[in-house]
């Protein structure tokens, strides 16, 4: 079992960057595909980003594609978001989550590992 923990979460304005970081325990880490998700107040969890184990494969939801990043380090255990010209409509909680597999897919289902997530607020 991988457990996640992420951190860079925070109130900025429309048209800022933020990074969050999700660091990961465990000796699966490098052998999983990794996935960043979000939760509005009242909905279900949505898919954001996906990377595939060794970072060749990458995936974005439409909603963030051209304005969202996800890379990791396997070296450090750890995947990123890097979050550019954010707008108020990606206020959210923001969940990093450890894949089943290489290259896991956009579901819930997909996903083994949740961190705590972590709250970005993004005011107009």
């Known amino acids: 079992q991988v457990q996640l923990f992420e951190s860079g979460g925070g109130l900025v304005q429309a048209g800022d960057s933020l990074r969050l970081s999700c660091v990961a325990s465990?000796?699966?880490?490098?052998?999983?595909?990794m996935g960043w998700f979000r939760q509005f107040p009242g909905k279900e969890r949505e898919f954001v980003a996906r990377i595939s184990w060794r970072g060749g494969m990458t995936d974005y939801a439409d909603s963030v594609k051209g304005r969202f990043t996800i890379s990791r380090d396997n070296a450090k255990n750890t995947v990123y978001l890097q979050m550019n010209s954010l707008k108020s409509e990606d206020t959210a909680v923001y969940y990093c989550?450890?894949?089943?597999?290489?290259?896991?897919?956009?579901?819930?289902?997909?996903?083994?590992?949740w961190g705590q997530g972590t709250q970005v607020t993004v005011s107009s």
């Open positions: 989550a450890a894949g089943r597999s290489v290259w896991p897919g956009i579901f819930l289902r997909d996903y083994g590992s």
């Open positions: 465990g000796r699966t880490f490098s052998s999983s595909g």
